[in-house]
């Protein structure tokens, strides 16, 4: 990589801002100077704006990782829920073949109840 000129070129890695071309504050361009005191990031190709980018994509990968591991969750809260269930239906099975063994059938049972 070439090394800049530090006296006429922006020193912002990236920044290919000359000092001829418009307004500096020291040896940063005003583009860049506002970029890093403001936070606000404009259409660049400087490191700040690369930084941007980056954070971005990063929030965007963090934001996926947590739909996931929510999914997951929910996915394994349903997985419960189901075999209780079945457990359930299971039981019900049981019971109901136990009590057709023992001569007594569901007409009774629900009158007694």
């Keep these: 990589m070439k090394k800049k000129e530090i006296n006429n070129q922006c020193i912002v ?6 000092k001829h071309q418009g307004g500096f ?5 005003v583009p860049c100077y506002n970029m890093i005191t403001t936070g606000k990031i404009g259409n660049s190709t400087n490191f700040v704006a690369k930084l941007k980018e980056q ?7 963090l934001r996926n990782a947590t739909i996931k591991i929510e999914s997951r969750k929910a996915a394994e809260a349903a ?3 189901l075999t209780e269930f079945l457990y359930d239906v299971d039981m019900l099975r049981v019971t109901s073949n136990l009590a057709k063994n023992l001569g007594i059938y569901e007409d009774e049972i629900y009158r007694e109840s």
């Design 13 to 18: 890695e990236g920044c290919v801002n000359e």
């Design 25 to 29: 504050m020291g040896d940063i361009c």
């Design 55 to 61: 954070n971005e994509l990063l929030k965007s990968l």
């Design 79 to 81: 997985d419960e829920v």
